[in-house]
Nanobody, 127 residues
Framework: EVQLVESGGGLVQAGGSLRLSCAAS????????IGWFRQAPGKEREGVSY????????YYADSVKGRFTISSDNAKNTVYLEMNSLKPEDAAVYYC????????????????????WGQGTQVTVSS
């Protein structure tokens, strides 16, 4: 059974940092790409950052470039999202999702194309 479990969310002041983790199980980690998405109240779910677990290539949405860093520890089947210089507009529920590399496109795919999802972790940024 595929499982993705996010952790690391919380409350932080604007300008602060958080590190999110996505622990994966139930599939061959190197055969999948992992994406981080977020959804704020009343808004659509949007892609934030993606990583190809096979070759380590990454993609970032323009809104987070230079502030967020995605990485993976393949030995631990875990993907991280380091978030720095957080802004109030970064506040959302953050989800990680997995897709087979065969179907992965590195310019940022829409959320509906990802078949496996975690339960989400809340990030709140106070101004």
């Amino acid at each position: 059974e595929v499982q993705l479990v996010e952790s690391g969310g919380g409350l932080v002041q604007a300008g602060g940092s958080l590190r999110l983790s996505c622990a994966a199980s139930g599939f061959t980690f190197d055969d999948y790409a992992i994406g981080w998405f977020r959804q704020a109240p009343g808004k659509e779910r949007e892609g934030v950052s993606y990583i190809n677990s096979s070759d380590g290539s990454t993609y970032y949405a323009d809104s987070v470039k230079g502030r967020f860093t995605i990485s993976s520890d393949n030995a631990k089947n875990t993907v991280y999202l380091e978030m720095n210089s957080l802004k109030p507009e970064d506040a959302a529920v953050y989800y990680c999702a997995a897709i087979e590399i065969l179907y992965y496109r590195d310019y940022g795919q829409p959320a509906y194309e990802y078949p496996y999802w975690g339960q989400g972790t809340q990030v709140t940024v106070s101004s």
